[in-house]
């Protein structure tokens, strides 16, 4: 044989280190090639316009453009007729929760965020860039499970202490109290929440805060809290979903969810003493009797103190809540392949939420925009900048 | 008396028999209940879009209440057949080719120390919990690209870590069990050891192979916890391998388990339904492949 | 004079032959060592994010209780570690003795076509994936045990003192009880297959010594197999133990996502994984940090005990004296 094969078939020992050699070489190659691959093939994420200039004249949306956002679930069936009917860019709205969409919008990963909750305080210390702005306006409703009983009539505080777990049974004394004259069963109330970030939770326990001094002190409100007692389902569809299964439950979503899978709601009693449905106009009417200051265009970041419950107006349902979108206000913060064709389609988009997009919200319960929000809107839209110049948007 | 037992030990074999009857019987049981139920609650949704389930898009949001697009539509599953076909492709892409090759190296230049370890890591790999793959898989990407973070890329390598250990091992194992006189016989004739590998060797473990790789897909395919991570639900469909997407595991979740509307639990079903037969379909063409005895495959 | 041997076939030059064998060895020899720093790599990622929690909290993050968004503050995964022992003590305590008798069954007491198509059926049952599982068990043992079981439960052994405080009066299906049901219906196929392939690996001659002694079925089994195949066996309920330690889906669906310690069987909880499932993408950075923290350690856990199982499942079956 010869000395080759001979070499091959006794393998001496010695030779591994030679052997381990060629696989750090091997690895290298590897790691050199993917690199490679990552940097030509990720150069650009999605298509953009660099080359060409928009024309003159009427003002056009850069063609193309394709924009991401996420966030919450209570505004979903609104976002989506909205990102369906919007031609001029391509919109993908993703219905994960307004905490995911605050998280997913600070890591950057999606180009807005819609969230029902305004940013924390610490949100704001951590991400100072970011702009909000409300683009609509819903009601919390409160959703129950039992089957041949009319509407319900629920307060503040017997809502608190249901959520608490201090009153566990349907046909307990304070619940019979306020609707007399109805059988309610004798059985233990299942109590609903979120599981996950949520902004109805944020508005829901914003309420319970201000409606009962124990729920404020030992829950108080966040978009996500440690619920006293209850299931956890996540999104609003999965605690309508729960809710119209289950017996005996009760739980709070957007007034569509209500509505659009037939589940029983309650009326709510607000400051002035009547028990209000949730429905278009008693959350029109609380944002009309809203008497507090907006936050200035040029501060548009602070919403997290103002808040539409407990309106005092005789016809306003006590839970409304705005949603509001969110993003960078220098938007090239988004990341190198976040262009300026991009940054005018996000406000473009944004802007027609807010002038067209409004007449698509009654149809499905959600309250079109008075006229100050709409100005105090459009004026947060100027102050959104790319590399320091307006975003021009259309 | 030789030859007779005393009632009280017969009665205890009677009971034990019958005690575990009984579990093979409740085991049965629930297998026959869960399968039953599964298509029991698909009927609705198999009945309204027949095979359209498999070939339309989702339904579109409907209501209600008045003015809104009326439920009578179940729609179709198609886009989550295709989420799973790109995910599941772009998986075994990496798993397959890497893990045999691993494999491979351990069975054949591995039988030392070092190879030894690196055999245990990755078997400690297997038993590494999915969703801590998929926290795994969005940090890297999380800090590499944050754009891509939900995308078809990041789920794929989610499942790519779930399958690589199953396929290293069994390729490992199968090419252990070809006799060690079919490679001295190869030296003795002169073939090099790389070509004795891949010409003599592996073919004869290729029976082996096939299984491990069916195993490692139907063990990924059936995976939705690092997805839930890794994907912006709801959107389903394939619109890019940067964009987000739904493989059918994850709408079964999605549809059965946060959506309200009782047409797109039904099609949840119905997709839970496709997800256990194509389960069992792999699960028997391993079976199969075992049973006859593939060259290699002798397990 | 002795033939010359055959000319060989001519061969690729020497050099360019080791070349090959080098690119050959080397190339797989890389793919392996990746696969195995893959878990190294999983294990540096996870204790880097987790880093800041696990310099603050130290060892009390896993006694620590304070598991809340609304401050910001987690002082410790021991809510969810408690979910996840409870969860899989249920599961191991109702799982056990059903794998056991199938494995017993199937590998003792019958033969031929029954056995075979009888394990062929529980085996079905692995098939199943976790979320069909997860799904079943939202639909129809949820409402199963809300309206028939925990009322019957609590009625029965409500008034018990000391256990009573495990069956309180509310009890909503979803909690950590159901989900302990769930996942050990899900360990049966594991436990009960591995356990059958130990008691497999038994001498036949085992089991005649005890029958020709006049031993019966049952005491044959009981003297005879199970102790040869303890190892086995034990490893097979440890494989369960990591494969319910890791479970997501399933738990998710059934436990009731709560954050606070659960206190009675019918509380709502959350395991590590379903925390982590439901709580990372919307986590802040300081709740992020924490939860990986959490992964860590049930990483740590599942990898441990999937590490002693194979090593008892995979190791020396020594013959133990065979009490008669």
């Given at each position: 044989m010869s000395t080759p094969d001979r070499e091959m078939v006794q393998k001496p020992k010695g030779s591994n280190t030679g052997m381990w050699a060629a696989v750090a070489v091997v690895l290298i190659v590897i790691v050199v090639v993917v690199v490679g691959f990552e940097a030509g093939w990720f150069g650009k994420s999605s298509t953009n316009n660099n080359g060409t200039t928009p024309p003159p004249g009427p003002c056009t949306v850069p063609s193309g453009q394709s924009i991401t956002g996420a966030g919450s679930t209570f505004v979903y069936p609104l976002m989506y007729t909205w990102e369906t009917d919007y031609t001029a860019s391509s919109v993908t709205y993703s219905s994960v929760g307004s905490g995911t969409g605050i998280s997913d919008l600070a890591s950057k990963t999606v180009d807005f965020a819609a969230s029902d909750a305004p940013l924390s305080p610490a949100q704001q210390a951590t991400d100072p860039n970011v702009v909000e702005m409300p683009e609509s306006a819903g009601a919390v409703t409160i959703i129950y499970n039992l089957p041949g009983v009319p509407t319900l009539k629920f307060n503040g505080t017997v809502l608190a202490d249901i959520y608490l777990g201090t009153i566990t049974n349907w046909n307990s004394t304070q619940m019979q109290t306020l609707n007399p004259g109805v059988h309610l069963p004798d059985q233990s109330i299942v109590v609903v929440h979120r599981s996950d970030g949520s902004g109805t939770s944020f508005a829901f326990t914003e309420y319970l805060s201000a409606e009962s001094s124990t729920w404020k002190s030992t829950v108080s409100y966040a978009t996500s809290v440690v619920w006293p007692t209850g299931t956890g389902e996540k999104g609003n569809g999965g605690v309508s979903g729960y809710v119209q299964q289950t017996e005996y439950t009760i739980g709070y979503v957007d007034l569509e969810y209500a509505l659009a899978n037939g589940i029983s709601y309650g009326s709510v009693l607000n400051p002035a003493g009547n028990y209000v449905l949730p429905s278009l106009n008693s959350t029109a009417n609380a944002i009309k009797d809203f008497t507090g200051t907006l936050p200035a265009a040029t501060d548009a970041k602070?919403?997290?103190?103002?808040?539409?419950?407990?309106?005092?107006?005789?016809?306003?349902?006590?839970?409304?809540?705005?949603t509001y979108l969110m993003s960078y206000q220098e938007m090239s913060t988004l990341g190198s392949s976040f262009t300026s064709q991009q940054a005018d389609a996000l406000i473009s988009f944004w802007n027609w939420t807010i002038h067209t997009g409004q007449s698509y919200s009654g149809q499905l319960y959600y309250v079109p925009l008075p006229q100050n929000i709409v100005t105090s809107d459009e004026a947060e839209l100027s102050a959104f900048t790319f590399n320091g110049a307006a975003v021009s948007h259309c | 008396m030789p030859g007779t037992v005393s009632i009280r030990r017969r009665v205890t074999d009677w009971t034990t028999y019958v005690l575990c009857l009984a579990c093979v019987v409740f085991a049965i049981g629930i297998l026959v209940i869960i399968v039953s139920s599964s298509v029991q609650h698909a009927l609705p949704a198999f009945q309204g879009s027949g095979v359209g389930l498999f070939t339309r898009a989702e339904p579109l949001p409907c209501s209600y209440a008045p003015g809104g697009i009326p439920c009578n539509d179940f729609g179709g599953i198609e886009p989550v057949l295709e989420g799973t076909f790109y995910l599941m492709v772009l998986a075994s892409a990496i798993a397959i080719p890497i893990g045999v090759l691993a494999g491979v190296f351990l069975s054949e230049y591995g039988r030392n120390p070092l190879g030894r370890t690196l055999s245990f890591l990755v078997d400690v790999l297997a038993g590494v919990p999915s969703i801590v793959v998929g926290l795994f898989i969005f940090s890297v990407v999380l800090w590499w690209q944050p754009t891509i973070v939900y995308s078809v890329i990041s789920g794929g390598l989610a499942l790519a870590v779930i399958m690589l250990p199953v396929v290293v091992r069994t390729t490992e194992e199968s090419l252990k069990l070809v006799p060690q006189s079919t490679r001295e016989a190869a030296l003795a004739l002169g073939i090099p050891r790389y070509r004795s590998i891949l010409q003599i060797i592996l073919p004869n473990g290729a029976g082996a192979l096939v299984t491990g790789a069916l195993l490692a897909v139907a063990r990924a395919g059936g995976e939705s916890a690092p997805l839930l991570l890794l994907e912006l639900q709801p959107r389903i469909g394939f619109t890019g391998w940067t964009h987000s997407i739904v493989p059918i595991p994850l709408l079964v979740y999605l549809w059965g388990f946060t959506e309200p509307n009782a047409n797109w639990q039904a099609d949840a079903w119905a997709a839970a339904v496709t997800l256990i037969g194509i389960m069992l379909a792999l699960s028997l063409c391993a079976r199969f492949l075992l049973k006859r005895r593939l060259p290699g495959s002798g397990m | 004079m002795i033939p010359s041997p055959p000319t060989p076939r001519p061969r690729r030059r020497p050099g360019l032959r080791r070349a090959l064998e080098w690119v050959f060895a080397g190339g797989t020899g890389a793919l392996a060592v990746l696969?195995?720093?893959?878990?190294?790599?999983?294990?540096?990622?996870?204790?880097?994010?987790?880093?800041?929690?696990?310099?603050?909290?130290?060892?009390?993050?896993?006694?620590?209780?304070?598991?809340?968004?609304?401050?910001?503050?987690?002082?410790?995964?021991?809510?969810?570690i408690l979910g996840t022992l409870v969860t899989s003590a249920i599961a191991l305590l109702l799982g056990v003795p059903i794998s056991l008798g199938i494995a017993i069954f199937l590998s003792e007491r019958v033969r031929g076509w029954i056995a075979t198509t009888a394990a062929a059926g529980v085996e079905l049952l692995a098939a199943i994936p976790s979320v069909v599982y997860g799904l079943w068990a939202f639909v129809v043992l949820v409402p199963f045990m809300r309206t028939s079981v925990e009322p019957a439960l609590h009625t029965w052994l409500g008034g018990v003192p000391g256990l009573g405080t495990l069956f309180p009066a509310t009890h909503s299906g979803t909690d950590v009880l159901?989900?302990?049901?769930?996942?050990?219906?899900?360990?049966?196929?594991?436990?009960?297959?591995?356990?059958?392939?130990?008691?497999?690996?038994?001498?036949?001659?085992?089991?005649?010594?005890?029958?020709?002694?006049?031993?019966?079925?049952?005491?044959?089994?009981?003297?005879?197999?199970?102790?040869?195949?303890?190892?086995?066996?034990?490893?097979?309920?440890?494989?369960?133990?990591?494969?319910?330690?890791?479970?997501?889906?399933?738990?998710?669906?059934?436990?009731?996502?709560?954050?606070?310690?659960?206190?009675?069987?019918f509380s709502q909880g959350q395991s590590i994984a379903s925390a982590i499932a439901n709580e990372f993408t919307n986590a802040s950075p300081k709740e992020a940090s924490a939860l990986v923290e959490a992964a860590v350690l049930l990483m740590g856990i599942t990898?441990?005990?999937?590490?002693?199982?194979?090593?008892?499942v995979r190791g020396l079956f020594r013959a133990p004296e065979v009490r008669a």
């Open positions: 602070d919403w997290y103190n103002v808040t539409i419950e407990n309106e005092p107006g005789a016809q306003d349902y006590p839970i409304s809540t705005f | - | 696969s195995a720093l893959v878990f190294v790599a999983i294990l540096a990622v996870m204790v880097h994010n987790s880093y800041p929690t696990i310099l603050h909290y130290g060892p009390g993050f896993i006694t620590g209780t304070v598991w809340d968004p609304v401050t910001d503050v987690y002082t410790g995964a021991y809510p969810f159901t989900a302990g049901i769930i996942l050990s219906v899900m360990l049966i196929p594991t436990v009960s297959a591995v356990s059958r392939e130990s008691m497999a690996q038994v001498p036949g001659a085992q089991r005649e010594a005890a029958l020709a002694l006049g031993a019966t079925h049952w005491e044959t089994t009981r003297t005879a197999v199970l102790p040869y195949a303890r190892t086995g066996i034990l490893g097979a309920i440890i494989l369960g133990l990591g494969r319910a330690l890791g479970e997501t889906m399933a738990v998710l669906m059934t436990i009731g996502n709560s954050d606070a310690v659960p206190t009675s069987l990898v441990l005990v999937n590490v002693i199982a194979r090593l008892m």
